[in-house]
């Protein structure tokens, strides 16, 4: 991806996990786009950013593309980075990797957390909807009782007609399940301290406190950032409210979830759960919720894999072309937001 450097425009280098993960991410179009507009300083990405040769590049570093295992880049790597002036996180949050100094220096954050959320609004449409059916109950049923098993077609409490959502959180990816469940026929209630009742009305849905979600909802999806506020905010409380079969889905991050309470109540057999993410994570190998029929485990699969990882790359891309062009970030991440990410 090397080119000869031209004077005045972006010079770009990688830092993340390997080679191998920047080429999945950076596909022909997008690496096309990206040297028509900058210049590649380095051959290989940077996995650290301490040694002479990664100096050597920093220095010569306007925009540096980020990704995920990207070492951190705090003030003494900033002092090794006179140029810079773009960081383009592509992948989700910069949390881990990025230090406030950033923002003493004046330098541009941007973060492709829009283009990762797509699928993890995805993965959530997907669970809502096979849990108005009971998918998992019915698949547990059939494969114990094989040929013999009839499905109740009359139960009142299936099916995806008029059935209540209940989404937690209006955060960027709250938002994008908000707009794939319009649609459907949900009524849909959202809890967000941030979020007034009209601003509410104005995404066609109704604005309901965290216990009456709870208390009406079939489907329980969350989407809040981590917080101080927030960690621990669904506990035995919370889940004791649900109403027997309903189901909670959590895409979000595990330690906004008393886990204890959550075993319990599915241990019980009360509700049923779809964990992406958990705490800690992965489980212990032990933990019951592997075994329960009433939990769906999956390994935070929720975000960006193989095919969709393309999309990542290319808002990355996008925002080192609005650097050459003098245009405005579309995803900037503020000092405030920082603290506010997962």
């Keep these: 991806m090397t080119a000869d450097l031209v004077p005045n425009r972006p010079q770009v280098a990688f830092a993340m996990a390997s080679n191998e993960l920047r080429d999945r991410l950076f596909g022909p179009a997008a690496r096309q786009r990206l040297g028509a507009v900058a210049d590649v300083v380095n051959e290989d990405v940077l996995t650290e950013l301490d ?59 941007t973060t492709a957390a829009q283009a990762n959320g797509i699928p993890v609004a995805e993965y959530t449409l997907a669970y809502i909807l096979l849990a108005g059916k009971d998918a998992a109950g019915a698949q547990q049923k059939l494969r114990a009782q094989r040929s013999s098993y009839v499905p109740d077609m009359i139960a009142p409490g299936l099916g995806n007609a008029r059935g209540t959502i209940g989404i937690i959180g209006a955060s960027r990816i709250g938002r994008l399940v908000l707009e794939l469940l319009k649609p459907f026929s949900f009524e849909v209630l959202l809890c967000d301290p941030t979020i007034t009742a009209i601003e509410a009305a104005g995404m066609g849905v109704q604005l309901a406190s965290l216990a009456e979600l709870m208390t009406r ?16 905010m669904i506990g035995d409380k919370e889940l004791s409210l649900m109403p027997a079969g309903a189901t909670f889905i959590n895409t979000a991050r595990g330690v906004l979830v008393d886990h204890d309470a959550l075993r319990a109540e599915l241990l019980a057999g009360r509700i049923n759960a779809v964990l992406d993410v958990t705490a800690p994570e992965p489980l212990p190998d032990d933990d019951p919720l592997y075994e329960l029929p009433n939990v769906t485990l999956t390994p935070h699969i929720a975000g960006s894999l ?18 050459a062009s003098g245009g405005t970030p579309e995803f900037a991440v503020t000092r405030q937001a920082l603290l506010d990410m997962a």
């Design 306 to 323: 193989g095919n969709e990882l393309a999309r990542i790359g290319e808002l990355a891309v996008e925002e080192v072309v609005r650097l």
């Design 51 to 109: 040694s002479p040769a990664a100096r050597s590049v920093l220095a010569r570093t306007t925009a540096l593309i980020t990704g995920w295992g990207s070492p951190r880049i705090d003030a003494e790597v900033l002092e090794a980075s006179p140029a810079l002036a773009l960081i383009a996180h592509a992948a989700g949050t910069v949390k881990a990797h990025v230090a406030e100094e950033c923002w003493d220096r004046g330098i541009t954050v």
């Design 217 to 232: 909802s079939k489907v329980v999806s969350l989407h809040a950032p981590v917080l101080p506020s927030t960690v621990g």
